[in-house]
């Protein structure tokens, strides 16, 4: 069995002469055995790579005209689209992945998300609009006095980053022992976390040959034990690497988060995208997140709120999930709502973490 895989990468740079853009192709033509596992694989030239690319032009091109029509600051953006085709050449899966980074008055800023099939929505989907300039934006962006007692109110973007960290928390190697170790206790609220595969081949298998399907990380709230592994790669999660000639674990992970509504305070305190440039994951297993904050009553006033703590233990404050879904597409691939926890002080008072505004 055969199988093609495209891969289209581009990056655009705004310069004072207009945006600089270059793509790259890379093609692969995959062997399998008769049981689905990749037995090599060649660089091969093939027109499909070309559509591949002139949509992450495109793609690269309309997301700087958008941020330019927003007025936000564009540093970069990086897009992929990512083809594969079976082995009489038809279409199997198509994935593109944008990422934008924006400058705000409190540091650099990552819009990303990700889509199956056209991406002719993608651009759209990110709100720029949010990190355009507040017009109500003070020089002090003080919060409001109880914005201690206020509940939280995580974006997708920030939750996503809790997701991730629970996810390792619970896939690493230290991390499946104690997934087994706590299977069937209930560690969290009633929240559903899952692994997804990447789009399957043509036979619906990894790269080594195993089923390729999705598997549950927490049940309701439940740790459930950790899938098994073959070649100490979990099963259904196996990438065939090109240049090593070797396979290994996905690049990205690819979680989704469900779980029950929320209805959102009509005065929280809402903490919308992360600063970059900062280590977020500690070896003592905390998180750290700056965060661009706003008040939901007063959403044209911004500050800075930074937030610490264990991504489990904070999760354990969730009240539920709220607003439409969102696919967070940064060093992982996160699909999940917004996030509504605790107060600071409630926060703080159980131990669970550390909640403090950055002061102008």
């Not at 055969?2 to 600089?20: D, F, H, I, K, N």
């Not at 999660?237 to 090593?244: C, E, G, I, K, L």
């Amino acid at each position: 069995m055969r199988e093609l895989r495209v891969r289209a990468s581009g990056l655009l740079t705004p310069t004072p002469g207009g945006p600089r853009l270059t793509v790259s192709l890379d093609t692969l033509r995959l062997d399998r055995d008769t049981r689905g596992r990749v037995t090599g694989s060649r660089r091969v030239g093939e027109p499909v790579a070309q559509e591949a690319a002139k949509d992450t032009r495109l793609l690269l091109t309309e997301a700087a005209a958008r941020a330019a029509a927003a007025r936000a600051g564009l540093q970069s953006a990086v897009a992929t689209v990512r083809q594969w085709h079976g082995a009489d050449g038809l279409p199997l899966a198509r994935r593109t992945e944008l990422l934008a980074r924006v400058e705000t008055a409190d540091g650099p800023v990552l819009l990303g998300t990700a889509a199956y099939g056209e991406p002719s929505a993608l651009v759209e989907s990110l709100p720029w609009d949010e990190l355009a300039a507040p017009a109500e934006q003070s020089d002090t962006a003080a919060p409001p006095d109880d914005w201690r007692e206020r509940p939280l109110v995580l974006h997708p973007s920030p939750a996503a980053v809790l997701i991730a960290g629970t996810a390792f928390s619970l896939t690493s190697r230290g991390g499946r022992a104690t997934a087994h170790r706590l299977a069937g206790r209930r560690a969290l609220p009633p929240l559903t976390l899952r692994d997804l595969p990447s789009p399957p081949a043509e036979n619906g298998c990894d790269d080594l040959g195993n089923p390729a399907h999705g598997t549950t990380l927490v049940d309701a709230g439940r740790i459930c034990p950790p899938s098994p592994l073959d070649e100490d790669i979990p099963i259904g999660r196996a990438v065939w690497d090109h240049d090593s000639a070797a396979f290994r674990p996905p690049q990205l992970i690819r979680l989704e988060l469900s779980g029950p509504e929320a209805v959102p305070p009509p005065h929280a305190v809402e903490l919308m995208w992360c600063v970059e440039g900062l280590q977020r994951y500690h070896s003592d297993g905390t998180v750290r997140l700056q965060c661009l904050a706003r008040t939901a009553d007063r959403p044209g006033v911004r500050f800075s709120v930074v937030l610490r703590g264990k991504p489990v233990h904070l999760l354990r404050q969730a009240r539920g999930l709220a607003g439409p879904p969102m696919a967070v597409h940064s060093d992982s691939d996160v699909t999940t709502r917004s996030l509504v926890l605790a107060g600071a002080a409630e926060l703080e008072g159980a131990g669970h973490a550390v909640v403090t505004v950055i002061t102008p």
